[in-house]
């Protein structure tokens, strides 16, 4: 089995910044890849941001390009989610997830964006609330 476990959540003002980590616990177990989902109240999952450690190649959702970035420590563990120039609508429940085989993303039209299908593992998530 695979433990992840998200930190760094908190409340802060429009235009702010905060840094999510996701540490993962991986008992010898593959992973493909990660990626960052949020859910706001009342709303569906959408997709953050993706990462394939082997190569190093990350993915976005448009709503967030240019303002978040995701990122692997050296060790390839925690995972981070950088986010600035925060926006009321960035608030909501952030969680890690990864893909033992499969992939964290969905490619149509030449741009690949981070999609839960394949998803194994998931956190419990951490609180994100942005505030006008």
């Known amino acids: 089995q695979v433990t992840l476990v998200e930190s760094g959540g908190g409340s802060v003002q429009a235009g702010g910044s905060l840094k999510l980590s996701c540490g993962a616990s991986?008992?010898?177990?593959?992973?493909?890849?990660m990626a960052w989902f949020r859910q706001a109240p009342g709303k569906g999952r959408e997709g953050v941001a993706a990462?394939?450690?082997?190569?190093?190649?990350?993915y976005y959702s448009d709503s967030v390009v240019g303002r978040f970035t995701v990122s692997l420590d050296n060790a390839g563990t925690p995972m981070y989610l950088q986010m600035n120039s925060l926006k009321p609508e960035d608030s909501g429940m952030y969680y890690c997830?990864?893909?033992?085989?499969?992939?964290?993303?969905?490619?149509?039209?030449?741009?690949?964006?981070?999609?839960?299908?394949?998803?194994?593992?998931w956190g419990k998530g951490t609180l994100v609330n942005i505030s006008s």
């Open positions: 990462i394939y450690p082997r190569v190093g190649t990350t």
């Open positions: 991986t008992y010898g177990n593959r992973i493909n890849c």
């Open positions: 997830a990864a893909a033992a085989y499969g992939r964290c993303i969905e490619c149509m039209g030449g741009l690949c964006t981070p999609e839960p299908g394949d998803i194994d593992y």
